[in-house]
T-cell receptor, first 113, second 116 residues
Framework: DADVTQTPRNRITKTGKRIMLECSQT?????MYWYRQDPGLGLRLIYY???????NKGEISDGYSVSRQAQAKFSLSLESAIPNQTALYFC????????????FGSGTRLTVV | AQKVTQAQTEISVVEKEDVTLDCVYE???????LFWYKQPPSGELVFLIR??????QNEISGRYSWNFQKSTSSFNFTITASQVVDSAVYFC?????????????FGKGTTLSVSS
């Protein structure tokens, strides 16, 4: 099993629908992140969480919400999807002790029509 | 504020050419980490290297090498004798240790196309 699992891998949804992207990890890391990737813009941070009780907004949090249900689970929700939220979404975890790096999920490709 | 700039949006080379991908960063921290990631057409992010701010030694790994220069705030990546399989988007990223574990800040990426 992958260290960081994102579901679904691909999703097409309609404008105005609520959608949840899920992320689970087996790394035992406290810190989790959601990024969005758009062509030519790189990866931009949406939200991050340092533990179950700690949620922080990133660079582009408008239109998104998150839930840290457990240390291993961090979900991203689009309350009312819009077409410009069409993007590739990545979940990641990190080790707070050594800052050695980040483990990324395989990504969720979301299309809002 | 922290920032990563990859000025080269796209680079095209022919197989066996050497190619250098530029990365310039901005940070107020004295302790920070720099990363390179590769994103092949399949879409996953592949970790290539992490370097901390106290280690300015250049690093070589096979055909890949990295040149870290604090004086110019640069962390450039060179691929020697490029191959078609090197075609990908390459991201440079920065993490500041003062906020250890804080999110990676990415550059916008450089798309490398290697033709045969």
């Amino acid at each position: 099993d992958a260290d960081v699992t994102q579901t679904p891998r691909n999703r097409i949804t309609k404008t105005g629908k609520r959608i949840m992207l899920e992320c689970s990890q087996t790394k035992g890391h406290d810190r989790m992140y959601w990024y969005r990737q758009d062509p030519g813009l790189g990866l931009r941070l949406i939200y991050y969480s340092f533990d179950v009780k700690d949620i922080n907004k990133g660079e582009i949090s408008d239109g998104y919400s998150v839930s840290r249900q457990a240390q291993a689970k961090f979900s991203l929700s689009l309350e009312s999807a819009i077409p410009n939220q069409t993007a590739l979404y990545f979940c990641a975890t990190s080790d707070p002790g050594t800052n050695y790096g980040y483990t990324f999920g395989s990504g969720t490709r979301l299309t809002v029509v | 504020a922290q920032k990563v700039t990859q000025a080269q949006t796209e680079i095209s080379v022919v197989e066996k050419e050497d190619v250098t991908l530029d990365c310039v960063y901005e940070t107020r921290d004295t302790t920070y980490y720099l990363f390179w990631y590769k994103q092949p057409p399949s879409g996953e992010l592949v970790f290539l290297i992490r370097r901390n701010s106290f280690d300015e030694q250049n690093e070589i790994s096979g055909r890949y090498s990295w040149n870290f220069q604090k004086s110019t705030s640069s962390f450039n990546f060179t691929i020697t004798a490029s191959q078609v399989v090197d075609s990908a988007v390459y991201f440079c990223a920065l993490s500041e240790a003062a906020q250890a574990g804080t999110a990676l800040i990415f550059g916008k990426g450089t798309t490398l196309s290697v033709s045969s």
